[in-house]
């Protein structure tokens, strides 16, 4: 009966194993029409000085908006793009649109701007190119731009490593900046912070201290240590994911130097942003508890 009952596991197992294949290639197909029309949409969170408090950044978030339905996050289909690689085209889409949009936000009120990239981009042969071609088109400067990336840039990227690292920098001696997205989460941390040309440190939200889930002291330590290591790399140490008053004052007391989270303000389309920025309307915050 056991054995009945593995074999029908296994079965069973088979069957969302392949649901899920087919449900991932509609995916793919569905979003390769997308890509190019206004269903792809940009929103921007707002970056947080925590020395001012003053709106510095914005980083943009893709989300999806297939007509008469609900948006669709970027975790429901940044990993088919990638697999798939629409992610070349979607990424390009997306960072020509949030360039244009942030190119009068930086005019007027000095705001930069952050946009994730994915490693399949980097690996592209003309993709520093293309950066500079989007900053040009937008008439946002080099300095306004930071590129995000994300541990996974250089694991099983073989040759493609040098090809990436050889675009981070040719961007940078332009004057993007590099930040290291997630920081703390993948493996081999520290040997990416030797090994690629960076500028910033986003801490992982998962390190926000948070007194329901753990010992505080101990989180306080290791926030504490990810900030010290950035400044020990004379790199700019930013949290993510910051939801309470006390976590700012955490983040403050240890001199980190930037925070996002929803406590700042939620992602927001690109009209609200700019009456966000404009001082106009407040962001869209949690209710406080
Ligand atoms: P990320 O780059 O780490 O972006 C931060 C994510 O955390 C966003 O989720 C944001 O809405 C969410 N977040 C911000 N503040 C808080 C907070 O206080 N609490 C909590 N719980 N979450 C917060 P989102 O927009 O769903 O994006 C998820 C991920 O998708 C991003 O993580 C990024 O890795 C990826 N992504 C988004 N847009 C793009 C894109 O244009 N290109 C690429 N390659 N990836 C993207
Ligand atoms: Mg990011
Ligand atoms: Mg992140
Ligand atoms: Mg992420």
Redesign the pocket.
Known sequence: AAKAAGKDRVVAYDVTLRENQLRRIAVVDRLRTAIGTDAIV??Y?PIVSLETGGFIAV?????WVPPGEAPI???DF?PA??DSGL?VP??EQ?LRRACHDAAVWYRRYGTTLT????PR?LSEADFAARVMRALHDAGLPAAALIL?I?EGVLVGAGAQADQTIAHLSELRRFGVKVAV??FGTGYSSLAYLRDLPIDIL?I??SFMPDAATGDPAQQVALVRTIVDLAHTLRLTAVA????TDEQTTVLRTLGCDKG????YG??APADRTAEVLAGVVTPAVPPSR
Do not use: C, M, W, Y
């Open positions: 940009v929103h969170q980083e943009a978030l893709v989300r996050g970027p975790d940044i793009a990638e992610i979607l990424g997306v946009v994730n990239v994915s981009q995000e994300t997205d997630d986003k992982d939200r993510e994911g910051v939801e996002q989270g929803f406590h939620r992602p």
